[in-house]
Nanobody, 121 residues
Framework: QVQLMESGGGLVQPGGSLRLSCAAS????????MGWYRQCPGKQRELVAR?????????NYADSVKGRFTISRDNATKTLFLHMNTLKPEDTAVYFC?????????????WGQGTQVTVSS
């Protein structure tokens, strides 16, 4: 089991910055990737940024956030971050952290409860 808890959301003006945090706990040894997704009312959840640590590793960003958002991880505290700069009103959404886990037989995706980000003047 992996537990995820997001924090850091809030109201910010266009052009501003926020840093989201995702505190992870539980059996992390099988986690091979973590990421941030977002969802607006009436829309599907979409990938924002994802980092994988296996098979050479990779980092992926949605085209809409490239150059503005950065995903990072503090291994010591098992915390995933999303640094968001130059925020736009269209970035308004509930942001979710996820972890992709494998025990060699089964893959499981874990989700946090989400944190609201509102970009508005």
């Amino acid at each position: 089991q992996v537990q995820l808890m997001e924090s850091g959301g809030g109201l910010v003006q266009p052009g501003g910055s926020l840093r989201l945090s995702c505190a992870a706990s539980g059996i992390m040894s099988g986690v091979y990737a973590m990421g941030w997704y977002r969802q607006c009312p009436g829309k599907q959840r979409e990938l924002v940024a994802r980092r994988r640590w296996t098979w050479g590793g990779s980092t992926n960003y949605a085209d809409s956030v490239k150059g503005r958002f950065t995903i990072s991880r503090d291994n010591a505290t098992k915390t995933l971050f999303l640094h968001m700069n130059t925020l736009k009103p269209e970035d308004t959404a509930v942001y979710f952290c996820n972890a992709e886990h494998s025990d060699g037989l089964k893959q499981t995706i874990y989700w946090g409860q989400g944190t609201q980000v509102t970009v508005s003047s």
